[in-house]
């Protein structure tokens, strides 16, 4: 299997329709919850990309609240894109959602978020 760099799509040249065309064998998708839903620049990218991966794997983080149907709509943006075997999802609660109380001092949390 050959090597790939990682892409950051978000970053990608508008101006340049060779970085639109992604392919490789699995595709990860990771971005941050936006208002309980996929950061509409992402949302935007993925629309405007010709995607071609036999697999993908969904990873999201969120804050405060919960990711909302950020995974349900990663998934069906990318099976509109054609990728259809969806590998893995998963939502994660960012550091900055925990709140330390006096029960639990600001070191004691630390050495349970890092």
Request: charge should be positive; glycine fraction near 6%.
């Amino acid at each position: 299997m050959q090597n790939q760099s990682p892409v950051q799509i978000i970053k990608m040249d508008i101006n340049d329709p060779y970085q639109y065309c992604l392919s490789g064998t699995i595709l990860f998708l990771l971005f941050p919850v936006y208002a309980q839903n996929i950061p509409i620049a992402v949302r935007n990218k993925i629309k405007q990309s010709e995607l071609h991966f036999s697999f993908a794997s969904i990873l999201c983080t969120y804050g405060g609240v919960d990711a909302g149907a950020a995974l349900q709509n990663a998934a069906g943006l990318l099976k509109k894109a054609g990728i259809t075997k969806l590998v893995s999802a998963a939502e994660f609660s960012a550091k900055h959602s925990y709140h330390c109380t006096k029960a639990f001092s600001v070191s004691s949390c630390s050495a349970i978020l890092n």
